[in-house]
Structures are given as structure tokens and as C-alpha cells.
């Protein structure tokens, strides 16, 4: 079985799956690039609160802004390889249960937030489920666009050049990712699409995909790599 990444796997990733027979097609269709942002105006304003959606915005904040900035707040990180980063600096940060924006409003509907301040730093597309909800509570939020992310033209060939030897499952693991293969692969992506099984990392990559008129197969209980993972050991065989 011949299962496409869109992004990178570690070697115990790439291990766990040879070890079930199933060849990882790992390619990434995305990159991040900084964006620049003000440093002074991060400064002057104390939060309460400090929230990173990926482990490429802790990247991009904590290589201009010193690493005791967040000592004086408490940070939320959106999924288990932000907040393995953020640890790995001496932060312990709070996680949402769903590694969304809906799991981030679950997450502070369990606290005394109104009147607080919110410092959330994103990637210059982002949804603003969070960020809506917390003006409607009456917190203050300031947002940092720190980075951006965007189709990676490199691997156009070799994206083609697989799809061609063919493809069991597809996983996706944001709507950028399938968006950009879409682009980078052109119809050939398409029909491969529609005769292959689809595993977006969550429902809202799994609405992007259906938006398009594609069928979604299964959707992980966890939204990480490892859920896909897990989630092609347990059902790949399966119809």
C-alpha cells in the first residue's frame, strides 16, 4: 500500500508504517516564510494570555522576541508539536482537547477571561473563530502575523511523478496542504482523488475537501500525523 504525506515524517513514523508494509510518499507542498512584524509594539503590551496555533509561529516569534516575554502569561498551544516546542524552551503551555479553533474557545469557556488581554500569533490566512469569540466576551485580542504559508513549487515533478505510480490513501493536513495539491498537481491530482481513499488530519481540512466535491474517507479521533497514522494501520486494509 502506497499512502501520500503532504509534509515530512520523522524516521519512527516512516518505521511504523514499513513495519505494517505501507510505503510513505512524503512530500511537502507547503513552506512557511517569515513576515515581519512589530517588535515594539509586541513589547508594549502585556498579556494575559499568549497563544501560538502551530509550532512554525513559536518559530518565528521566539527568533525576535526573547523567550522570558512569555514567562509573565499563561501560553496555549495549539496541538502536540507546538507544545512539545514551547516545552522544549522551558514553557509549559495549556493544549485544547480539539487542536482547532473550536477546541480553543472549549478550552478558555472553562475560565475567568473576560477583561483579559490575548496575544495570539498566527499565519497571515488563519480562521477567526477564536478571535471572534473573545471580542464578544470582552477581551482585548492583538494579533501578530508572523509568517506565512505558501505553495511549495519545488516539488511539482516529483508530486506528478508519484501520483502517476499510484496512490492508495491521500492524507492532508490543513486545507493549504490540499489546496496546494490541487495546484501543483493539476488533473492528474483530480482523478486520483476520486479513485483513491482521502484522510484529512480534521473537519475543518475534511470541509475544504468536501467544498471541492471530494469524498473524505475517514477522519482521525486525534488531529496530529500520528492520529492519520494510526487511523491507516487500523482501516487501510479495509474498505
Known sequence: MRVFFPSKLSSEQIDKLNDEGIVAI???????????????????????FVVFSSKNGVKHFLSKIPIDYLKTARVIAVGKSTAKLLKSE??????????????????????EIKGKKFLLIKPK??????????????????????????????????????????????????????????????????KALSRSKIIPIGHVTANAIEKANFKVWKIPEEYTLNGIINTIIEYGGKK
Open 26 to 48: 512524503a512530500i511537502p507542498l507547503i513552506k512557511t516564510v517569515p513576515l515581519p512584524f512589530s517588535v515594539e509594539e509586541i513589547e508594549n503590551f502585556q498579556p494575559d
Open 90 to 111: 522551558g514553557i509549559e503551555p495549556l493544549v485544547p482537547q480539539t487542536f482547532s479553533g473550536e477546541g480553543l474557545v472549549e478550552l478558555v469557556k472553562t475560565m
Open 125 to 190: 490566512v488563519a480562521r477567526k473563530v477564536f478571535s471572534e469569540f473573545l471580542k464578544q466576551t470582552g477581551n482585548e485580542v492583538k494579533e501578530i502575523i508572523a509568517y506565512e504559508t505558501i505553495v511549495n513549487e519545488e516539488v511539482k515533478e516529483d508530486l506528478i511523478r508519484e501520483i502517476e505510480k499510484g496512490i492508495d490513501i491521500f492524507t492532508f493536513t490543513s486545507p493549504s496542504t490540499f489546496k496546494s495539491f490541487l495546484k501543483l498537481s493539476e488533473d492528474k491530482g483530480e
